[in-house]
């Protein structure tokens, strides 16, 4: 499913950098080479960072 309809970024390729270690919505826009345009995925990339690096319950 498309996350960031601006930069075509879907749920697969934004879980993925996750994985690979991306820290924050910037680190994820710099790794799939774009960066914000609108913002409307910001808040649901962010909330995948922190679902993916565990601290979503803190």
Same mark, same amino acid.
């Given at each position: /499913?498309? %996350?960031?309809? =601006?930069?075509? *970024?879907? @749920?697969?390729? %934004?879980?993925?950098?996750?994985?690979?270690g991306?820290?924050?919505?910037? @680190?994820v826009?710099?790794?799939? +080479? =774009?960066?914000?345009? =609108? +913002?409307g995925?910001?808040?649901? %990339? *962010?909330? /995948?960072?922190?679902? +993916?690096?565990?601290?979503?319950?803190?």
């Amino acid at each position: /499913m498309y %996350i960031c309809l =601006c930069n075509a *970024l879907t @749920d697969k390729q %934004i879980a993925a950098v996750v994985a690979a270690g991306a820290g924050r919505p910037h @680190d994820v826009y710099a790794a799939c +080479g =774009c960066r914000a345009q =609108c +913002g409307g995925c910001t808040g649901t %990339i *962010l909330s /995948m960072v922190r679902e +993916g690096s565990g601290s979503g319950g803190k």
